[in-house]
Nanobody, 118 residues
Framework: QVQLVESGGGLVQAGGSLILSCAAS?????????MDWYRQAPGKQRELVAT???????NYADSVKGRCTISTDNAKNTGYLRMNSLKPEDTAVYYC???????????WGQGTQVTVSS
């Protein structure tokens, strides 16, 4: 059974930084896996923030490009999203998702709240 547990969210002032973590169990990060971070603000649709493949390819939404870094630690089976220069509009619940590209299976974490005060 695959389980993802996010942590690291919280309340931060504008301009601050946070590192979100996504600890995975039941799946191996370094094989046929893509990790995504999404966020959903109140009243808005869930949006893709960042992606990293098992080969290390990364991609970012324009809204966070230059401010966020996605990474994984395969030894710890954990993914990270480091966010710098946070803005109030970054306030949202952040979710990690893992895709097994061979099985076509998607797994979601429960989300972690990030609140940025102005």
């Amino acid at each position: 059974q695959v389980q993802l547990v996010e942590s690291g969210g919280g309340l931060v002032q504008a301009g601050g930084s946070l590192i979100l973590s996504c600890a995975a169990s039941g799946i191996t990060f370094n094989i046929n896996v893509i990790m995504d971070w999404y966020r959903q603000a109140p009243g808005k649709q869930r949006e893709l923030v960042a992606t990293i493949t098992s080969g290390g390819y990364t991609n970012y939404a324009d809204s966070v490009k230059g401010r966020c870094t996605i990474s994984t630690d395969n030894a710890k089976n954990t993914g990270y999203l480091r966010m710098n220069s946070l803005k109030p509009e970054d306030t949202a619940v952040y979710y990690c998702k893992i895709r097994n590209v061979v099985l076509g299976a998607n797994y979601w974490g429960q989300g972690t709240q990030v609140t940025v005060s102005s």
